[in-house]
């Protein structure tokens, strides 16, 4: 891959394109509020200054309780959202001020797992059509050869020949996300953002879609943004992990390096939660108090310290910067503000 250099003024520095996907600085804002002429003065802050990169052929696991944006980062990134601030970067190219036609060539190349494949499927289409539709769209193979490359996609994401000519609703949950996966995978894409694909599954089923995939990218190289809630399932298949809370990534680091120490009090309590499958060990749970702030007015400095049991006064007033704590180990904490890698 080609190494691409950019100068970003707003904010003073070079991000290094060397990698499939950089974000830095990602925001975007709902208006929930408007005035007499229609203008928005209210917002809310669904995701704000995240930044982070992926390597091809790697899994990030984006981790957050629900409502922490983790979904419009999402689509955010696949520019299903227009942004208010910050820059997206895939394959060294800016995407992030590209227009709905421009950015049609990078349909196939980004695409996009829902979390309730039955809402995401057209019920008035057979499963062959479905995965077919894109295809043909976009000239993935000669017209020709179109039904024969399906099959073998199906085949690939473990569906029978026979479901050809099926329709959508004939199908029970764990056979429909692998419609979707299959719809998704069929364009050869360069990377998959998996909405909680397998939150809805029985977990027999989510231990067969997990599995699925990551077969999957051993044998083509994708590469995966995973969002999910479920701690046990992101340590499985991530290679990376980041850590969201209302809106913004509060720690990023590798697996191994987050599960072996993590470092913000969220990701400690967060971990603190996932069940021990031993009867002997005693869970040493960490109960957040208080309820999570509003999107629409976050607490001043850090978002986080109305629920912290290590909150200082700074914390209160200054927003934590993100920095690099240990090699490729990020947090945005106070805690660590005079601590070098």
């Known amino acids: ?49 995240v930044s982070f990169t992926l390597d091809k052929g790697k899994t990030l696991g984006i981790v957050g309780e629900s409502g922490c944006g983790k979904t419009t980062l999402g ?10 601030g910050g820059h997206i970067y895939f ?34 289409l057979p499963i062959g059509e479905i995965i ?15 039904k024969d490359y399906v099959l073998k996609v199906m085949k690939d994401c473990g569906l029978q020949a026979h479901f050809y000519d099926r ?24 990377l998959v953002v998996l909405d909680e694909p397998v939150s809805a599954l029985d977990v027999s089923i ?15 190289g994708f590469t995966y943004l995973f969002i999910t809630h479920d701690i046990s399932v992101v340590k499985y298949v991530s290679d990376e992990i980041g850590v969201m809370y209302l809106g913004s990534m509060v720690e990023k680091g590798s697996k191994d390096s987050i599960f072996a120490e993590p470092l913000h009090p969220y990701t400690v309590a967060l971990f603190s939660a996932v069940p021990v499958a031993d009867p002997k060990v005693k869970m040493n749970r960490i109960i957040l108090q208080g309820d999570i702030p509003s999107p629409s ?9 109305t629920r912290c ?20 180990h990020f947090v945005a904490c106070h805690l660590y503000d005079n601590e070098k890698k």
């Open 297 to 305: 007015n976050p607490p001043k400095g850090c978002k986080f310290h």
């Open 167 to 190: 329709y959508p609703h004939e199908f029970s949950g764990g056979q429909r996300q692998r419609i979707g996966i299959a719809r998704s995978l069929a364009v050869k894409p360069e």
């Open 91 to 124: 394959n060294g190219q800016d995407i992030t001020n590209l227009s709905p036609n421009e950015m049609l060539k990078y349909r196939t190349k980004i695409q996009y797992v829902f979390q309730d494949p039955y809402s995401s499927l057209p019920p008035r």
């Open 75 to 84: 689509r955010s990134i696949l520019r299903l959202y227009d942004i208010q």
């Open 1 to 49: 891959m080609k190494k691409v250099i950019y100068k970003k003024e707003e904010h003073n520095e070079v991000v290094d394109t060397d990698h499939l996907l950089v974000v830095s600085h990602l925001k975007k804002y709902f208006p929930i509020a408007t005035n007499f002429f229609g203008k928005p003065i209210k917002f809310l802050h669904a995701v704000e200054n």
């Open 309 to 328: 049991n290590k909150c200082m006064e700074i914390c209160s007033q200054v927003e934590p910067a993100w920095k690099e704590v240990r090699p490729g």
């Open 206 to 220: 989510q231990a067969q879609i997990i599995n699925l995939l990551k077969k999957l990218q051993q044998k083509e």
């Open 132 to 146: 077919a539709q894109p295809v043909r769209i976009h000239h993935i193979v000669p017209k020709n050869e179109v």
